[in-house]
């Protein structure tokens, strides 16, 4: 936890810089939404957004295999618990474009329909660009009560398909066959010959 690493006084007074953190200059993958800088002030714990993967001293990067994580998803009004995997390095460009693996995605929230704790969905995100992410295409979404025990998320990788299992139930496999720009049938947008 962020106040395990730091204190609780620093969740809501600090800042923290995840550019180059730990004298590494590729520690925060993605500068959009809220950057790669957080600051609490007023009291607001903004501070404990970041996720705690930053305070670690590698990274794990991988091509094929599998990867299992047990986890018991937070409750609370408006939380957005997730568990990704996104490209070490960007070789295609910026998201969506080399990809995210989202292992699982919920929500706090008790009761609030389609984004509650009982809720939860596997999801890669890839396409050129914004607004062709094309997630629609490989996502999954099942129910269980997240927030009230501890599941098991798992992903096997091999060179043929990416499946996405929960408990050991199958819930998403994703063949894409030759490439990803074949399966999503961009050439229909596009006319590249």
Not at 160 to 168: A, G, L, M, N, P
Request: proline share 5%; charged share 20%; glycine share 10%.
């Amino acid at each position: 936890l962020m106040s395990d690493w730091k204190d609780e006084a620093f969740l809501s007074s600090g800042e923290l810089n995840l550019w180059g953190m730990n004298g590494r200059g590729d520690v925060c993958t993605a500068n959009s939404f809220y950057g790669c800088d957080r600051v609490g002030m007023n009291g607001r714990g903004d501070v404990c957004t970041a996720n705690s993967f930053y305070g670690c001293d590698r990274v794990v990067a991988f091509k094929y295999g599998r990867i299992e994580i047990r986890a018991k998803m937070p409750r609370g009004d408006w939380l957005w618990p997730a568990i990704w995997m996104l490209p070490q390095y960007w070789p295609y460009g910026g998201w969506p474009a080399s990809g995210e693996i989202d292992i699982v995605e919920s929500r706090g929230n008790d009761d609030y329909g389609s984004i509650s704790n009982q809720v939860g969905s596997s999801t890669m995100h890839w396409g050129p660009f914004w607004p062709y992410n094309f997630y629609d295409m490989t996502t999954s979404e099942y129910s269980a009560d997240f927030a009230d025990s501890f599941h098991v998320w798992r992903v096997d990788w091999t060179s043929t398909d990416i499946k996405f299992y929960v408990d050991d139930d199958l819930k998403l496999t994703v063949d894409p066959g030759t490439n990803f720009w074949d399966y999503s049938g961009i050439d229909a947008i596009y006319d590249n010959p």
